[in-house]
């Protein structure tokens, strides 16, 4: 599935519970990976009762549990990197 059929597919759901297509369209775009959308369409399917508020409150998680798993990528990257100049030294990055 691509990055169009999963908004399209989160939209469907969302309107099937009752949530306005509008306000799913935009929890789309703000969620913006298909990894976030596919989240968000299993947090719809398996929710008792779903409002706005609860489904903008869930995209908010979503997309922190997404940042912090970027923020960690960069970590582990710096760290590695760092790590690469000291076992090389710094006048040896320089040739």
Not at 15 to 44: C, V, W
Not at 71 to 90: D, F, P, Q, T
Request: charge should be negative; include cysteine.
């Amino acid at each position: 599935m691509n990055m169009e059929e999963t908004r399209e597919k989160l939209i469907a759901i969302a309107q099937k519970r009752g949530l306005p297509e509008e306000f799913a369209g935009q929890i789309a775009d703000l969620l913006h990976t298909e990894k976030t959308m596919n989240m968000m369409i299993s947090y719809l399917v398996q929710a008792k009762r779903v409002s706005m508020e609860d489904c903008a409150d869930e995209a908010v998680a979503i997309l922190e549990v997404r940042n912090q798993w970027v923020e960690k990528k960069k970590a582990e990257y710096y760290n590695s990197r760092y790590n690469e100049l000291l076992a090389k030294g710094i006048n040896d990055e320089e040739d």
